[in-house]
Nanobody, 126 residues
Framework: DVQLQASGGGLVHNGGSLTLNCTAP????????INWFRQAPGKEREGLSC????????KYVDSVKGRFTISRDKGKNTVYLQMDNLKPADTGRYYC???????????????????WGQGTLVTVSS
């Protein structure tokens, strides 16, 4: 089975930065769009960002626009989520996922994702 692996989480102070990585060991996922989700304690999983494989276009939820940047390195088979100016409200477990499409049509719908990573925890202290 294909599995995604999210890594790079940690503890940072308010205003700090982290870069999350999403990989798929043994599987080349460059044909597929990758979506990042976040689940804060006690809240539903929220779609944050997407990068489409067919044209490289990106999507961001309003709360992270201007602070988060999604990108991919096809040679390294990795999708990144650069997170700057982190706030305590960004605390949560971050997941990468794919719906096996090459676009971002389902980027905010957790129920339409087919493969999930195990998540990586981000904690932002005030």
């Amino acid at each position: 089975d294909v599995q995604l692996q999210a890594s790079g989480g940690g503890l940072v102070h308010n205003g700090g930065s982290l870069t999350l990585n999403c990989t798929a060991p043994g599987f080349n996922f460059h044909w597929y769009s990758i979506n990042w989700f976040r689940q804060a304690p006690g809240k539903e999983r929220e779609g944050l960002s997407c990068i489409a494989s067919y044209d490289g276009s990106t999507k961001y939820v309003d709360s992270v626009k201007g602070r988060f940047t999604i990108s991919r390195d096809k040679g390294k088979n990795t999708v990144y989520l650069q997170m700057d100016n982190l706030k305590p409200a960004d605390t949560g477990r971050y997941y990468c996922a794919t719906d096996w499409t090459n676009n971002c049509i389902n980027w905010q719908n957790p129920g339409r994702q087919n493969v999930w990573g195990q998540g990586t925890l981000v904690t932002v202290s005030s």
